[in-house]
């Protein structure tokens, strides 16, 4: 069997065709397959070999997410204080009712676009010693 992704679905189709013939564990025991993945795969079979794709396993949500209602209360602190810092921020926050961490905020103002991620200054020294390496 290839590497191709259609040869993966024609493979697919024949094991589930085969099991239609002659039976699931005989296609099983013939394709050296789980006989809960041929039943699977007839399930999602409808004739077309798109059917037989591989769905995403991505989860469509995490459960620790920050909700709706905290991003608009971070989004309305910022707009209001433009200046403060994000430690100042946070605790602005936590007397509001917040219960993240200051480092789950970051995250979530930098994923927002609100906060500028500071470089760091131990990268920026090793990228000056690089740099003086390669002028000697």
């Known amino acids: 069997m290839g590497n191709n ?7 697919k189709e024949s094991v589930v065709k085969f099991s239609y ?7 099983a025991i013939k394709f050296g397959e789980c006989k809960r993945t ?3 795969w007839r399930k999602r079979y409808d004739g077309s070999l798109e059917s037989l794709k591989d769905k995403s396993r991505r ?8 909700t709706d209602e905290e991003i608009r209360m971070i ?3 910022k707009a209001n204080n433009k200046e403060t810092g994000l430690v100042t921020l946070w605790v602005k926050l936590r007397r509001a009712g917040y219960t993240r961490t200051i480092q789950g905020l970051y995250n979530v103002m930098v994923k927002l676009g ?3 991620k500071v470089p760091s200054k ?3 020294k090793q990228c000056l010693k ?3 390496k390669n002028l000697e």
């Open 122 to 124: 131990r990268k920026q």
């Open 59 to 66: 989860p469509h949500h995490h459960p620790n997410e920050h």
């Open 38 to 40: 041929i039943y699977r």
């Open 75 to 77: 989004k309305n602190y």
């Open 5 to 11: 992704i259609t040869q993966r679905l024609k493979y």
């Open 21 to 27: 013939k002659y039976g699931v564990t005989k296609a």
């Open 130 to 132: 690089k740099h003086l």
């Open 114 to 116: 609100i906060y500028e």
